[in-house]
């Protein structure tokens, strides 16, 4: 069993802290107790607001997607920030989603002309594309929070609200989680212009980092994808006869060009109470866990979003 | 990045044998070259088969869940066994499905009466309880095939066909991957009985090893489980205004007791073709992935089950 290095002190301490408080803490009531500095606003420019046609009942079906801050994936970013305001997936759908792995959506025709190009870049950033505080080389100084162990790099944490991993040779690159946005492509690396996008709807598959763009994260609506029916066809596609089953996509619009949008903030990763929710995370100990982990997996800890005002 | 320790040698080699084969290896073509002498059988008392309710458009809708070993939560898969026996879950329901946690079913009224006690039962075993081979106390000579990292536990790899996690102290535990079932309860750790069930429909929450008991996991209709609509209530549950969306259980039996039951084999946990399986899944490097990630995580390699003459 392992303990996180960065929470060791606090581990310890945390028994009294609940004893004070009459309740043993939990990863929700932590992130309850944060101060109001410590939430930081999304900008309405880094939100994509994707309405689905409505459900068999006539329920809307919104999905709101935070996009990736531009040191990671920035010309995919670019490219669906582009195809957002030429309202380029009004009228496509959903295409595929195969159970326990991907919900895909974009144009089925594939008759679409799509105006961007496909860049021919890096899946990872190098340490010099981090702003802020942080300029080392190693990504134990990059990060505003690292994890004890990581099984798919030397290191993984969280920077600037997302899940991030890296190496010992200045590369970091962004980490599929549940919920997590990325860029379809054909067999060669560099075939995915932001038009054809997933979402990740199952258990994680890490080895698609560093092999495929990710360029975001669902942040309201994931039931909305994650609980349409799967498809049959190779890889989850629907098929011919079941083309009834594919959701139509009514308007995808940047956050600042649709009308009382919702504003989101997200709790700071450099917060103290952002490290005391992870160490509650991997220690859950309270009236329902007895039996503390220990650890706690990068994608296992979602990062805190919410509505401004609530 | 971290490597496969078992698999350091396999690796090297990997590239020889691909170029031999003309086509690089995936963990798909490496499980259609099994022998069939690596896949084992499934016994039917070890199934359980549950129907639900046809979908709107009257397709049929099975579940077919495999039941732990007896070394692993055995006093709560005797209780379900006996549950089945007794028709006890026929008519019950799903009553709760969380977005990226848990579908929950039982019965909602809570009034039907419980023929069997709760269990106060350790959530582990410990290493005498393991048959076959294994007689060391250490888990890295317990397991057939450990892997190198572990967020969650000292080690973790897979044991007669499961994933399992343990300490240098002797204990070994079920681990709670997507699709897996375990057994619903109140705050007291002995409180469930093996009525009220669950299966992890997202990112595996693994802090719930070691506090819940795994009892199995579902190797066949795991999207009707999956795609359910979410519950709008406090945990995913329906309200009662929700009541409709309850997905009725029409019967759950063993497949012993079910005519022309389905027959289900896995590939054997200590085969070479297994080894290689993980090696590759490990380290994707085929048509379409070319950066391999050096690890892979306990819960991203499904064991593979198929039905007998597939």
Not at 84 to 113: F, I, L
Not at 132 to 161: C, K, M, N
Request: proline share 6%.
């Amino acid at each position: 069993m392992r303990t996180l290095l960065a929470f060791a002190a606090f581990t310890l301490a945390a028994p009294a802290i609940a004893q004070e408080a009459d309740e043993p803490a939990t990863p929700t009531s932590v992130v309850a107790a944060a101060s109001a500095e410590e939430w930081l606003a999304i900008a309405p420019e880094d939100l994509l607001v994707m309405e689905l046609a409505p459900d068999a009942a006539g329920n809307p079906r919104r999905v709101v997607i935070q996009l990736m801050p531009r040191e990671f994936s920035w010309p995919w970013v670019a490219n669906i920030r582009w195809l957002a305001r030429e309202h380029w997936w009004d009228g496509t759908s959903v295409n595929r989603v195969q159970d326990n792995y991907v919900t895909q959506w974009g144009d089925v025709t594939e008759a679409r002309r799509t105006p961007v190009d496909s860049p021919d870049a890096p899946y990872w950033s190098l340490t010099g594309h981090l702003t802020g505080p942080h300029s080392a080389t190693l990504i134990e100084r990059v990060l505003d929070l690292q994890l004890e162990t990581d099984t798919y790099a030397a290191a993984a944490g969280f920077w600037s609200g997302w899940p991030i991993a890296g190496d010992n040779r200045g590369k970091q690159w962004p980490i599929h989680c549940y919920g997590y946005v990325g860029v379809g492509r054909g067999y060669a690396p560099d075939t995915g212009t932001g038009a054809d996008l997933y979402t990740i709807i199952g258990q994680p598959q890490r080895h698609m980092d560093r092999n495929l763009a990710v360029v975001g994260r669902i942040i309201e609506g994931m039931e909305h994808m994650s609980s349409l029916p799967r498809g049959s066809g190779d890889l989850g596609f629907y098929t011919d006869e079941e083309a009834h089953l594919r959701t139509e996509i009514v308007s995808v619009r940047l956050a600042s060009e649709v009308e009382n949008a919702p504003r989101f903030e997200y709790l700071d990763t450099r917060s103290a109470t952002f490290t005391r929710y992870v160490a509650v995370r991997a220690n859950r100990n309270d009236d329902f866990y007895t039996m503390p982990a220990g650890g706690v997996d990068v994608c296992s800890v979602q990062v805190p979003v919410r509505r401004v005002g609530e």
